[in-house]
């Protein structure tokens, strides 16, 4: 389950397993989250990745306006300031070229991550199955009821959960 490089210079690289897909918000590609880093699809189908050279684990995965958000686990090159372990919250100004900390570092990994459209951000992190939100761009997060969700989303009508005993709706 990999997004993998080819040995071959200018190969495409091939997607295996993905986590989250969201709207660049800079343009018409779509981000792709996967176990080693985001990647870049155009309209055309072409490839490439990571974004930014950022190879880890983007467990989860929304766009918030144009702020990316991810969760997950250090890749090989990840630099520790991000966390080791767990990523906890981490955020990207710039389409991904960058990533800083915001919340949970080194401590949590949120495999349900979500956005609204006001850009309140949703997750459920590994430490426990309480719906978790921030409505300051991932800063500060509230416990809400507990969720046992593997997917989020969330629309004006409300948060749809996708759960092991079928589809909710709050």
Known sequence: CTAAQSDEPDATPRID??????????GDDL???THNGIFTVTPDGNVSGPV????????GFTVAGRT?????????????????????IIRSDDGGQTWAPVAFTGVEDFHVLTAGP?????GIG???PELLTSADEGVT??????????????????????????????
């Open 17 to 26: 397993h993905i986590h989250g897909i969201a709207e660049d918000p800079r």
């Open 68 to 88: 990316l958000f991810a969760s997950g686990h250090p890749g090989p090159t990840t630099s520790p300031d991000l966390g080791e372990g767990n990523l906890g």
């Open 31 to 33: 981000l792709v989250a």
């Open 118 to 122: 006001d850009g309140t951000l949703y």
């Open 141 to 170: 997060w509230s416990k809400g009821p507990q969720l046992e969700a593997v997917d989020l989303a969330v629309t004006d009508a409300g948060i749809h959960a996708a759960t092991e005993s079928g589809l909710l709706h709050s």
């Open 126 to 128: 590994s430490s426990g």
């Open 52 to 59: 930014g050279g950022h190879d880890f684990d983007a467990m």
